[in-house]
């Protein structure tokens, strides 16, 4: 199978029952059910389909708290530390949620969780592994899944962000820290037996860094059949989406500036910031200042009403700050798409989303930090309705072939079982 954007057929696309699975599964990760939000919902979907395919599943994860960086009142006095949902087995560990996002505060988050991670195995709580899939972020949930996996067992390292090139890039730490950082990167990532990426420019930025063990590149996964298309309701005025966490790496200042553009060209469109995170009250106390009547915010659609709530965006947004880029790729692209609706990205020319957008057209990219370019194309979707229906179509036909649960499922499970790289 190529080592680039997966193609299946629908003649060949296995079902959840249909794929091998490894008898046991480890999964180390910080986010987890029921996080709304990063990549807690790709990771639940993961964990979820080999269980649903047969593997005795167990996840070792934060007591949740991303994205209001706090931990859920219903977990804080560790009565749900273990628990199965789904048919998965869920060991939750204590953590101190950082504040302001900067690399002290994550340090200390990452850090007291990982000294659980390995009490838990010094103890005995959760015995090694013979298949261990690990997340990054964090990259010490690598190292420390290379403590759970079993003599002679495989380790699969999922990179969703590159710490180092995010944390330099948007200027969350010093040159020192950084290097720091990279070393550990390097030496976590090369004791893995292989490596995920999310795409191909991220698996160049691991091999510049000095990663050996082989990379494969695997786009992110969707449940196609619990997100899909649903009709427009009627009556509902014209609304331009963004939902996710409020972070420094999405660059959501551009939101607010395309809400104040649409105001005279669109006036009886909404714009939408649906979501919480760090740097919510700038967001906040700068559309204050800006007087935008046509902007709302809203909390984050709860997970079983997930589907409504995509379907709710006529047009989304998917904007990223272009320094961290290459270190990490959006899901919730591949999320839009398969709820059938078009969406609107920044990102630099050459990136994986415009490589994605040119093969797919489901989607408009436009250059970084341009609000101007940005508002011209959802303009364009807003005014052709006929235009929208296509690109969605498009979009969810790719993420059925590409992206379901069962063609990520089986790419893991040979990576786990030694079958591929």
């Not at 997966?6 to 699975?21: F, G, I, K, N």
């Not at 979907?45 to 994205?67: H, Q, W």
């Not at 786009?219 to 009556?235: A, E, F, K, M, N």
Request: hydrophobic residues 45%.
């Amino acid at each position: 199978m190529p080592d680039t954007l997966l193609h299946a057929s629908s003649e060949t696309r296995p079902t959840l029952d249909q794929v091998a699975v490894p008898p046991a599964v480890l999964l180390v990760a910080m986010s987890y059910w029921p996080e709304p939000a990063g990549s807690a919902p790709m990771m639940t979907d993961l964990a979820t389909s080999f269980a649903a395919a047969g593997a005795a599943t167990t996840v070792l994860t934060a007591r949740p708290n991303y994205p209001g960086q706090q931990v859920y009142p219903e977990y804080t006095d560790g009565r749900r530390d273990s628990e199965v949902a789904d048919g998965v087995r869920i060991e939750r560990f204590l953590t101190i949620p950082p504040k302001g996002g900067g690399m002290r505060a994550r340090f200390l988050h990452e850090g007291v969780l990982h000294s659980g991670f390995m009490t838990a195995r010094a103890s005995g709580r959760v015995p090694a592994h013979s298949a261990v899939l690990s997340l990054c972020p964090s990259i010490f949930s690598v190292a420390v899944a290379d403590r759970y996996t079993a003599p002679g067992g495989r380790h699969v390292a999922i990179v969703h962000d590159i710490q180092s090139g995010l944390a330099g890039a948007l200027g969350l730490g010093g040159g020192l820290a950084v290097k720091a950082l990279r070393a550990v990167e390097r030496l976590a990532l090369n004791r893995a037996d292989a490596v995920v990426v999310l795409s191909e420019p991220m698996r160049d930025v691991l091999r510049e860094l000095g990663v050996t063990v082989p990379v494969h590149v695997i786009p992110p996964h969707v449940d196609t059949d619990r997100i899909h298309p649903l009709p427009r309701l009627p009556g509902r005025p014209p609304t331009v989406l963004y939902s996710g966490a409020f972070a420094r790496k999405q660059g959501l200042e551009v939101v607010l500036d395309i809400a104040a553009i649409l105001q005279t060209r669109v006036p009886d469109a909404r714009v939408v910031l649906r979501g919480q995170g760090g740097i919510e009250a700038e967001l906040r106390e700068r559309a204050e200042r800006m007087a935008l009547p046509n902007l709302a915010f809203e909390p984050l659609t709860p997970g079983h009403r997930l589907n409504e709530g995509l379907a709710e965006g006529d047009v989304h947004l998917v904007p990223q700050r272009p320094e961290g880029a290459a270190f990490a790729m959006p899901g919730k692209a591949v999320t839009i798409m398969a709820a059938g609706r078009p969406f609107v990205c920044t990102c630099e020319a050459g990136s994986a989303l415009e490589r994605l957008g040119a093969e797919v057209g489901a989607f408009r990219c436009v250059p970084p930090g341009d609000a101007e370019a940005m508002a011209d194309a959802v303009t364009l979707l807003l005014d052709n309705p006929a235009v929208c229906t296509a690109m969605g179509r498009r979009g969810r036909a790719w993420a059925e072939k590409n992206a379901s649960r069962p063609v990520m499922l089986a790419r893991y499970a040979r990576l786990l079982m030694g079958e591929e790289g």
